[in-house]
């Protein structure tokens, strides 16, 4: 990105590095060491803060609106490809794996590592250190695993992700980015 939009901090030997395809909404707030990949989204009131570790938004994923994605000393925060992040979730220093969606107001704690293709329920707690396996249907505070998904509902996690990647382009289209 060529401009410096008033929504992107940088702190002394850190800046964010974004795409030239990616959308970040007026009024989301990235902040650091924050790395927003092709095709990625960050909606409105959303605040991705790399102060003290790296964030790493993987191709084509969406952070929804409200949403807080950090860091800790020991962990960063690191999604991967076509991940949908619910409205006001919070994504706290953990590992994502590819094509999940994490429901609206969840929260994922520091170095929990989430299994591609799975889905963390709304609401869900997702303890310190929790591994949930590939393919996963997590509810609950604490959350558990209840289920294996099926294909159907794993592909549709990633078609989740493109519909925000359209929804996004239109935005940039019209102009609509920081």
């Not at 960063?76 to 006001?88: K, N």
């Not at 509810?139 to 509902?153: H, K, Y």
């Amino acid at each position: 990105m060529s401009h410096h939009p008033l929504n992107q901090f940088f702190i002394p030997e850190t800046q964010p590095t974004v795409h030239s395809s990616a959308f970040i909404a007026p009024g989301a707030v990235v902040i650091g060491a924050v790395e927003l990949g092709r095709e990625s989204s960050v909606w409105y009131t959303s605040v991705l803060r790399g102060d003290i570790n790296r964030i790493v938004v993987g191709a084509q994923s969406n952070v929804q609106d409200g949403s807080v994605l950090h860091v800790s000393d020991d962990h960063a925060c690191v999604l991967g490809e076509r991940v949908t992040v619910g409205h006001r979730a919070i994504v706290h220093a953990c590992t994502v794996g590819d094509e999940v969606l994490i429901g609206m107001g969840a929260i994922i704690l520091d170095g929990a590592v989430i299994g591609t293709r799975s889905i963390i329920a709304a609401g869900a707690l997702v303890t310190k250190g929790k591994v949930i396996p590939e393919g996963s249907l997590v509810v609950g505070s604490p959350a558990r695993v209840v289920r294996a998904l099926t294909e159907e509902e794993q592909a549709a996690n990633g078609r989740l992700a493109m519909k925000y990647v359209e929804v996004s382009r239109r935005y940039l289209k019209a102009g609509m980015a920081e």
